[in-house]
């Protein structure tokens, strides 16, 4: 990793094992039904240790947005490098901004970044896989596990823009998903033909 930016690569230039589970720039249906095309172009993060350092906003480390575990598929939990949605690069300022008018540190659940839609956790595809979600399970000194404090957050989160979306309370949650779409970029120097 250069130390003012990250490499960026186009996932269809990838080893066919990686391709095959990251799908880049194919269609598949989102769990709302619709299709939409997966991201394309990827951030190549060398090791935890370059996430862990690599600061992606002022308050957010690359690593915060992309922790798996063991229901990440194990090529892309265990070999690096790890391949991040373009997008996550957005995903963070609007954490950013999040921190700034919870004024709390932010903290995002183990699997609640990015995952890779082969990671066993997806219920048909969502945000996360587009690097574009984030499940928050604590606010400062606030759990995120009950319905008055999810949806203070709740609030929060909405009034950044209408492009975030939250996902209402439901009996049991232990987080916040909060999410931006399905969108994808396009770094520069890369084409899409
Ligand atoms: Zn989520």
Excluded at 107 to 132: L, Q
Excluded at 160 to 171: C, D, F, N
């Amino acid at each position: 990793m250069s130390s003012n930016g990250l490499e960026a690569v186009d996932g269809l230039t990838l080893p066919e094992e990686h391709r095959g589970l990251l799908r880049p720039g194919e269609a598949v249906q989102g769990e709302d039904g619709i299709v939409h095309h997966l991201p394309r172009f990827f951030f190549a993060v060398p090791s935890w240790s370059a996430a862990r350092e690599y600061r992606i906003a002022e308050h957010f480390k690359l690593s915060e947005l992309m922790t798996v575990d063991a229901f990440e598929a194990d090529l892309l939990l265990h070999k690096f490098p790890h391949y991040v949605p373009c997008a996550i690069t957005i995903l963070a300022r609007y954490l950013e901004d999040f921190r700034r008018e919870a004024d709390a540190v932010v903290f995002v659940s183990a699997n609640g970044g990015y995952r890779s839609p082969a990671h066993r956790r997806n219920r048909g595809k969502t945000a996360h896989n587009w690097g574009t979600a984030a499940d928050i399970y604590r606010v400062g000194d606030t759990y995120l596990d009950e319905e008055k404090a999810i949806a203070k957050y709740a609030r929060v989160a909405e009034g950044l823009g209408p492009q975030v979306s939250v996902r209402p309370y439901v009996a049991g949650d232990d987080h916040l998903h909060i999410d931006l779409g399905y969108f994808t970029v396009t770094p520069r120097n890369c084409s899409e033909s």
